[in-house]
């Protein structure tokens, strides 16, 4: 029997996705758990995973449409069944003006992404996918210089690579030139910078934790040089892609101590606190344009090496903008690591629906008071941000001494 296959939910604010590439096209043969289309959503490109196997009968959406989610966007089944074809009212639509957009409905028409652009002194409204600006930015292209080929004229990225592979493109030039005879910094025009759907994403949600979250902030300076110590010990007998690093070891740790603390491992709906079974802990990386949190599941009961493997794979699909779903959904508790740009101190803001997140600084070494004497040794400051409605700052203060009962004794998480 012929299986729908419905636009994805990533992410429980997540409310639609442009399907970028079909990867599969219709007559082909698909098996469950293979790549069928791409999408992009606030957070990244996305391969969207067959949910069954047969024959590609349908795709009732068109590559550069924007899809609500749960919305059907391909049929799936036996080889010569029939399937009952969409109609044009009854398909996503792109349009060449904003309509207002209905998660429970796919007959609303949407409209494409235009982005306003300066060329030679002349504006110009230019369609392009967020995916095709963003090949076109990383490989310096003047998106005014290629044709679109996509749905109402839209610029997809297949024109891109098209334009590329011709040497048909120009390449802008990220300053304008300058007479010689001007001072460096001096007389410079304005540039306007588009904001990608990844920073608007990150400052909606930012500005809805800070207006609707009552924070409070608690530090702790942790003695690192068991830590250290033994992070070498374990990297010698480690391959070079192997290694694990400061941060699993931290994370590791915030897994283990969350199973003391349940309540910072929670969520708030209405007048209730619900406490997750599991312990996920979210890690912030780095990516193109703003940064992305992936998922350890279940970190508390991973090994070291496990979390390290998981971390590197997804931040490495992070960065090519090929997150799979599972790697950025289902996060009870967050990390944010600075540590590699020596940074001293810092606070975070929670992610939601979370009620906590953990600030890592830097493991520096300092000069340090100990049994009245003055030596150096390394040490690390961490800050916790937390919901007030949640917890108060006992609670988390006795979160940040159990954190150094691992982290200054880290034998007890190999154990």
């Given at each position: 029997m012929a299986e729908t296959i419905n636009m994805p939910k990533l992410g429980f604010d997540m409310a639609e996705g442009l399907l970028v590439r079909w990867v599969r096209q219709v007559g082909e043969t698909i098996n469950k758990g293979d790549v069928l289309a791409e999408i992009e959503t606030d957070k990244a490109t996305v391969e969207v995973e067959s949910s069954a196997s047969g024959v590609v009968l349908q795709l009732i959406v068109d590559q550069g449409t924007m899809v609500p989610i749960n919305a059907?966007?391909?049929?799936?089944?036996?080889?010569?069944?029939?399937?009952?074809?969409?109609?044009?009212?009854?398909?996503?639509?792109?349009?060449?003006?904003?309509?207002?957009?209905?998660?429970d409905s796919v007959s609303q028409a949407i409209a494409p992404v235009q982005t306003s652009s300066t060329v030679h002194g002349q504006s110009s409204i230019l369609k392009a996918s967020p995916l095709a600006k963003k090949v076109a930015r990383d490989?310096?292209?003047?998106?005014?210089?290629?044709?679109?080929?996509?749905?109402?004229?839209?610029?997809?990225?297949?024109?891109?690579?098209?334009?590329?592979?011709?040497?048909?493109?120009?390449?802008?030039?990220?300053?304008?030139?300058?007479?010689n005879s001007q001072l460096p910094g001096t007389n410079r025009e304005n540039t306007a910078v588009p904001v990608t759907k990844l920073r608007q994403a990150i400052g909606r949600r930012l500005v809805e934790s800070k207006q609707t979250i009552p924070h409070f902030y608690i530090t702790h300076e942790y003695k690192m040089e068991a830590l250290l110590e033994m992070r070498k010990q374990i990297?010698?007998?480690?391959?070079?892609?192997?290694?694990?690093?400061?941060?699993d070891f931290i994370i590791k740790a915030a897994a283990l101590t969350l199973r003391q603390f349940p309540n910072l491992n929670a969520t708030i709906k209405g007048n209730e606190i619900i406490q997750f079974g599991n312990v996920n802990i979210g890690v912030a990386v780095t990516v193109p344009g703003g940064l992305m949190t992936v998922v350890v599941k279940d970190a508390d009961q991973k090994s070291l090496r496990q979390i390290s493997a998981e971390i590197k794979s997804m931040a490495a699909r992070a960065r090519e903008g090929k997150v799979k779903p599972e790697d950025v959904d289902g996060s009870?508790?967050?990390?944010?690591?600075?540590?590699?740009?020596?940074?001293?101190?810092?606070?975070?803001?929670?992610?939601?629906?979370?009620?906590?997140?953990?600030?890592?600084?830097?493991?520096?070494?300092?000069?340090?008071?100990?049994?009245?004497?003055?030596?150096?040794?390394?040490?690390?400051?961490?800050?916790?941000?937390?919901?007030?409605?949640?917890?108060?700052?006992?609670e988390a203060a006795q979160f940040m001494q159990a954190l150094a009962g691992f982290l200054e004794n880290p034998v007890r998480m190999l154990v």
């Open positions: 059907p966007i391909a049929v799936v089944g036996q080889s010569g069944e029939k399937v009952e074809d969409k109609t044009e009212d009854d398909r996503p639509k792109t349009e060449s003006a904003p309509t207002p957009l209905s998660v490989k310096k292209v003047d998106l005014s210089n290629v044709k679109g080929t996509g749905p109402g004229g839209r610029i997809v990225r297949r024109d891109i690579e098209a334009a590329l592979a011709s040497n048909q493109s120009s390449v802008s030039s990220v300053q304008s030139a300058q007479p990297n010698a007998y480690l391959g070079e892609n192997e290694k694990v690093s400061v941060n009870t508790f967050s990390t944010s690591n600075l540590g590699m740009y020596d940074v001293e101190e810092f606070i975070a803001i929670v992610n939601p629906p979370e009620v906590g997140i953990l600030a890592i600084s830097s493991a520096r070494e300092v000069p340090v008071v100990e049994r009245g004497e003055l030596k150096a040794g390394w040490r690390m400051k961490a800050t916790i941000s937390v919901d007030h409605r949640v917890s108060d700052g006992a």
